[in-house]
């Protein structure tokens, strides 16, 4: 299943946030060119190049539908597209940024390294990734999938992400080229309107694997199951809204 940009940018404030707070502790960049790894519909990019008029600057992405929303979003800027898991970031590099895209790639600490050696001396990786895997919002798309009405469907698939490493790990890794490294989480608290927007949101990510492999006559009731659950996690408050946990995990480093 494709990516919706629409799907996406309803909660366009709040995805953009932690890409702002990410792209706020990048050091100023030297020559050479930028990109927005995992550019999705072009709201990072715009970040970079506001922050970097100046710089060269290109996104990749492997989804042709965010390509087009971002193309049209920022004409001047070249758009590729590109599967990060065997793209070969050419050497020159002055940042690799990639906001809420290396989760998706299980080998991400060897595109990493990669990219780390792309890098020219004074640039910098800057990553950010949800680490809300143990989140209810997660947790119950998978109990919703192992419940006797949908496991006949997920029985023979993995779709649960690994947990990812430690920070240590990741410092690790990233130590052996770097000059300075960054790693902090945090945890945003967003306040959407019911139990449903958060039902929207993760439609936009983290539900669309589960909803892809059924078939399409079941994704409505998948779908209900679902939010009666994240119903009864997220309670509303006195106002009716709801307010979504959401740990981030953010790396920057900037290459010896
Ligand atoms: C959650 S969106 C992030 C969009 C944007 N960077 C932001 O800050 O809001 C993740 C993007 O990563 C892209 N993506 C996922 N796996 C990818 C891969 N293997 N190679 C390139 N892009 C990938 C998706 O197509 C999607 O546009």
Same mark, same amino acid.
């Given at each position: 299943m494709a990516w919706s940009p629409a799907q996406y940018l309803k909660f366009e404030d709040e995805r953009t946030r932690p890409a702002?707070? =990410?792209?706020?502790? !990048?050091? %100023?960049?030297p020559d050479g060119v930028?990109? %927005?790894? @995992?550019? @999705?519909p072009g709201n990072s990019t715009e970040l970079i190049r506001d922050r970097f008029p100046w710089a060269t +600057?290109?996104? +990749? %992405? &492997?989804d042709e539908n965010m390509l087009v929303a971002a193309a049209k979003r920022l004409p001047g800027i070249t758009f590729e597209k590109a599967d990060l898991a065997s793209? !070969?970031?050419?050497?020159?590099? &002055? +940042?690799?940024?990639?906001?809420?895209?290396?989760?998706? =790639?299980?080998?991400?600490?060897?595109?990493? #390294?990669?990219?780390? &050696?792309? =890098?020219? &001396?004074?640039?910098? =990786?800057?990553?950010?990734?949800?680490?809300n895997l143990g989140e209810p919002s997660h947790l119950l798309m998978e109990e919703t999938a192992r419940s006797p009405a949908f496991a006949d469907a997920f029985a023979e698939k993995t779709i649960r992400r690994n947990p990812m490493p430690g920070p240590a790990t990741y410092v690790e890794?990233?130590?052996?080229?770097?000059?300075? /490294? #960054? !790693?902090?989480?945090? /945890?945003? $608290? $967003?306040?959407?309107?019911?139990?449903?927007? /958060?039902? #929207?949101?993760?439609?936009?990510?983290? +539900?669309?694997?589960?909803?892809?492999t059924l078939p399409e006559d079941r994704r409505d009731a998948f779908v209900a199951s679902y939010t009666d659950r994240i119903r009864a996690a997220y309670p509303a408050m006195n106002d009716g809204k709801v307010l979504l946990r959401f740990p981030r995990f953010? /790396?920057?480093?900037v290459k010896a």
């Open positions: 702002r707070d =990410l792209l706020a502790q !990048v050091p %100023d960049l930028a990109f %927005d790894l @995992g550019c @999705g +600057l290109s996104g +990749l %992405d &492997s793209w !070969v970031p050419p050497a020159g590099a &002055s +940042l690799f940024y990639g906001n809420a895209v290396f989760q998706w =790639l299980p080998n991400h600490l060897t595109i990493f #390294e990669r990219l780390m &050696s792309a =890098l020219v &001396s004074g640039g910098t =990786l800057a990553a950010q990734m949800p680490d890794c990233l130590a052996p080229r770097a000059a300075n /490294i #960054e !790693v902090w989480h945090t /945890i945003y $608290h $967003h306040r959407l309107a019911n139990a449903e927007a /958060i039902v #929207e949101w993760v439609k936009g990510t983290g +539900l669309r694997p589960y909803l892809d953010f /790396i920057v480093a």
